[in-house]
């Protein structure tokens, strides 16, 4: 039991430092007379922007340690966020709570958006699916016997094993599995660094290779091929962990589970570790833990009841019809992954209506296949017998598909918003009117990055949409956006796309900056960011500068509403929420 409480000792130390990387303000509070003393200590590298204190409202930039008198009050409470040269933290609420014994708590904001704790939450919900998926690939589906077998002789070898001593086994052996890919999720996070998580996510090379390693993955679970690992590497380490006594036995038995079930469980890694990737610090290792804790649970349970194994089906032609299932969904996810790069660097190869027609063949020929319509190398004889759960998994596949033909011509398929390209790359519309057309009627000069989609006024260049609001005396909807966010995507589909809403969109200028666009700047520009000299290259680049030096959030989606001038209409800024009633609330027009 030591063992069992200083691994999760372990585990606690690891995610709570990697935590700590991203808290970079630490504040203290004391009463003197008839005011309360606040300090905060800031990190070296980092700097303090006070948001709100107390019923002021009002930004600052401090370094080293910045000190404020303010009234007593029972509860005073102080919103800010911290910035260094590449990033910025979510807003932040700390409360001082000055009682009798003058108690303190920090709290923290409800995450919104790209990289809060929603979004560390659902890549942990995400890392459970990809886990239960994981257990039933025909790569992991052999390692149940080994596993059994492995803990029989280990029970067996040693006289006097005590149910107790079974049940430790067992619980020892999720541990390991638990341990091993924690520690990959922390590793991805110790490589790459906290400021460079959220790029890795948007990286156009990244992306484009796990498109292909996803291809290549769905091609052989299809049958084309076989992608396995040396068979050597499994065989030494079964065997060394069949040599060898105590904890480290049973740690080399989990590192086999992990060798031998990589040809099935890699792909569905990847793409969690990717997606993780833009949403906090902790999500890789968050992501990890809930794949790790859904694969570990039915392998403890086998290790500690072998008997449980004789209730199994035994492997088959279902299973092969489950890894086709499986390289359907994996062909569909890698188009994902190649629409990030395209939208990025503007190839256009992949906008949304082709995007919609990929989606709808592939979910089309699954629903065929589960009907038996349609048949793979692998598959028996018996596959063209459909089953009642194939049946009804085929009319899940083929409604899908019917689902999705009215994307074609526009409709927002809000079941699909987090995966698909927005609706500003669609060309193929449902009423003349909605489609994107260039310089609208009734303006003067040439605006090049200006659309009018359904009557929404729209530029990706800042300085064009505010000239344009200018000469036509309208307000303006700032959005910093991004080609791989997520949350942008099903804020356009759930919030922004609803009449209620568009109605009153349309009364400002929407200028759409996307913080990831690799579109080369014509010049580089030099710029001075808390204190160093830093160079944008990319569109992206100034339009994430920009949030970071005037608004101190580098999170997306970012909405802020400004009048012609650039003032602040309402002072506050909105985040990822899809409460229309809020956000109609929020809106000035």
């Not at 596959?383 to 927002?412: C, D, E, N, Q």
């Not at 040439?446 to 659309?451: A, N």
């Amino acid at each position: 039991m030591k063992k069992i409480m200083t691994i999760f000792a372990v585990i606690a130390i690891a995610l709570t430092a990697q935590a700590q990387i991203v808290q970079p303000i630490k504040w203290t509070g004391e009463v003197v007379g008839d005011s309360v003393r606040l300090t905060a200590t800031i990190d070296k590298g980092w700097h303090l922007n006070i948001i709100e204190l107390g019923d002021g409202f009002y930004m600052d930039e401090y370094e080293g340690t910045f000190t404020e008198t303010v009234a007593k009050a029972d509860t005073v409470r102080v919103r800010y966020n911290a910035c260094d040269d590449k990033m910025c933290t979510a807003p932040e609420t700390w409360e001082w709570i000055a009682n009798g014994d003058e108690a303190m708590r920090q709290s923290g904001d409800e995450a919104k958006g790209n990289g809060g704790g929603q979004s560390i939450w659902w890549i942990f919900v995400m890392g459970l699916l990809g886990g239960l998926l994981a257990i039933f690939t025909p790569c992991v589906w052999p390692i149940i016997p080994m596993t059994v077998s492995f803990f029989i002789k280990r029970g067996g070898a040693a006289k006097g094993t005590t149910n107790a001593q079974v049940v430790r086994d067992a619980i020892l052996y999720g541990l390991s599995i638990v341990i091993i890919y924690v520690g990959l999720g922390l590793l991805v996070t110790l490589i790459f660094g906290a400021s460079a998580l959220n790029a890795l996510s948007t990286n156009a090379v990244v992306n484009i290779i796990f498109f292909l390693i996803l291809v290549l993955f769905a091609a052989s679970f299809f049958g084309a091929f076989e992608i396995t690992l040396p068979s050597s590497w499994s065989t030494a380490l079964n065997s060394k962990s069949s040599n060898t006594t105590g904890f480290l036995s049973i740690l080399l038995m989990a590192f086999t589970l992990v060798i031998v079930s990589f040809s099935c469980t890699g792909p569905i890694i990847g793409t969690l570790l990717v997606e993780a990737a833009g949403k906090s610090i902790l999500a890789p290792a968050m992501g990890m833990l809930g794949f790790a804790i859904a694969l570990a649970l039915p392998f403890s349970l086998f290790a500690m009841f072998p008997s449980v194994l004789k209730k199994l089906p035994k492997s088959g032609g279902w299973m092969n019809t489950f890894k086709v299932t499986l390289a359907f969904l994996e062909l569909a996810l890698a188009l994902k992954f190649l629409s990030v790069a395209d939208l990025a660097y503007g190839w256009h190869i992949l906008d949304r209506e082709v995007f919609v027609s990929l989606w709808i063949i592939i979910f089309s020929l699954l629903g065929c296949y589960l009907l038996g319509w349609i048949s793979f190398p692998h598959d028996d004889e018996d596959h063209r017998k459909t089953s009642v759960t194939r049946f009804f998994l085929a009319v899940i596949s083929l409604s899908f598909a019917m689902y999705m033909v009215p994307g074609l011509w526009g409709a927002p398929l809000r079941a699909i918003s987090a995966f698909a390209p927005p609706m500003t790359t669609q060309d193929w519309v449902m009423t003349p009117g909605a489609a994107p057309v260039a310089n609208a009627a009734g303006t003067t000069g040439e605006y090049k990055t200006m659309t009018n989609h359904g009557g929404q006024i729209t530029f990706t260049d800042y300085d064009e949409g505010m000239a344009y609001a200018k000469e036509n005396g309208m307000p303006v909807f700032l959005d910093f956006n991004g080609f791989g966010c997520v949350n942008c995507r099903k804020m356009e589909a759930a919030v922004l796309s609803k009449p209620e809403v568009a109605e009153h969109m349309h009364q400002y200028v929407l200028i759409s900056l996307i913080v990831d666009d690799k579109t080369k700047l014509t010049e580089p520009i030099t710029v001075e960011e808390n204190g160093k000299t830093v160079t944008l290259k990319t569109i992206g680049d100034k339009w994430s500068h920009m949030q970071r030096a005037h608004y101190q959030s580098n999170a997306q989606p970012y909405y802020v509403q400004l009048d012609a001038d650039g003032n602040r209409i309402v002072e506050g800024s909105y985040a990822y929420d899809e409460d229309i009633q809020k956000f109609l609330e929020w809106l000035k027009y």
